[in-house]
């Protein structure tokens, strides 16, 4: 199971409902790497699928963080072969300017909501199948993540009566979108949810795939406002002792509009100084990286394993023995 899970916020910038600052989120959020960028509606032919997202991910990548980019183009027109030069050629621009910089690759989200309106569940399994398969041909260090809704994976819920579907899409990462406060009680635990729990057992861990939540929402509950705080470090506390990878908490009112999902006074704060340090781990300090051991940091300076409370000791030890100014000073070989 991993010692830090990846976290992103979802949230508009101060002051500008709809529109997105991942510089600001980084602040408001220390401790966040991921942002989830979408490309909203489906695509028409005469859209630039590698424009929109290089525009979608740009600001992501120039913080410093990575971009959970969603695109959806319609499966028909995928399985009918109108868009394989034009993906691979997208996904060829968009790794271009990414040089590098980790991106995840989200193709139609919550994807099963649609299933018996747009497409069958077989015609969306079809195009994933040519998503995925290009989108490994042309961008391989990419992550390509299939992002459900824990809402269609309800039991008995007919969309996802047959799982063998979705069994067959590919990926690298599987991740699911979980809201409480609406159709499930506000006050519900994370681990007794049962749309999220069947996903997790037929999809992804039941089947020892990398998981996690590509939008996780929690409203307030009728009687308190401020009982979804400590709700919110539950929910951490026992995503610690399952094998989730990541989790990107959801702040906004989104499309709906909803009421909802921001946050009161109390869930800002709990979120932000206590759920986000309890998931990621502690910052870590310029100089140094992350290991697998959230008390360990590694020395980019001295190649050295330091306790996390023994940084301090380690700079002093940089600055005494190699007479540099501690994790500032260039790295000497």
Request: net charge negative; proline share 8%; hydrophobic share 40%.
């Amino acid at each position: 199971m991993p010692t830090r899970i990846a976290v992103g916020v979802h949230e508009y910038a101060t002051g500008q409902p709809g529109k997105f600052n991942p510089a600001e989120n980084l602040t408001r959020w220390p401790g966040i790497t991921l942002t989830r960028p979408f490309i909203t509606a489906p695509l028409d032919q005469a859209d630039d699928l590698g424009a929109l997202m290089i525009a979608a991910c740009r600001p992501s990548w120039a913080a410093g963080l990575e971009p959970q980019v969603s695109f959806k183009i319609m499966p028909q027109q995928l399985i009918k072969g109108l868009w394989t030069a034009r993906v691979r050629d997208s996904l060829a621009r968009a790794r271009e300017v990414a040089a590098g910089r980790p991106t995840t690759l989200i193709y139609w989200h919550e994807g099963s909501k649609e299933v018996g309106q747009l497409y069958t569940a077989a015609q969306y399994a079809d195009a994933w199948q040519i998503i995925y398969g290009t989108a490994k041909e042309v961008w391989p260090e990419a992550t390509v993540a299939y992002c459900e809704t824990s809402y269609a994976w309800r039991p008995g819920d007919g969309r996802t009566k047959d799982p063998a579907p979705y069994k067959a899409i590919p990926a690298d990462l599987w991740l699911d979108d979980v809201y409480l406060g609406n159709t499930w009680p506000a006050t519900m635990r994370l681990v007794d949810h049962p749309g999220h729990n069947r996903w997790n057992e037929q999809l992804a861990a039941g089947r020892g795939n990398p998981w996690g939540f590509g939008e996780l929402g929690r409203g307030p509950t009728k009687t308190d406002q401020t009982d979804r705080a400590d709700l919110f470090v539950a929910d951490a506390e026992y995503l610690l002792t399952t094998s989730c990878q990541r989790v990107t908490f959801w702040t906004t009112g989104g499309q709906e509009r909803s009421p909802l999902w921001p946050l009161d006074a109390r869930a800002e704060t709990a979120l932000r100084d206590q759920v986000i340090p309890l998931l990621a781990g502690p910052a870590v300090p310029d100089g140094y990286t992350a290991t697998d051991d959230p008390g360990v940091l590694w020395s980019v300076i001295t190649g050295c394993l330091v306790p996390v409370d023994g940084v301090a000791a380690h700079e002093e030890f940089i600055r005494r023995v190699l007479g540099a100014g501690g994790a500032t000073r260039e790295v000497r070989k």
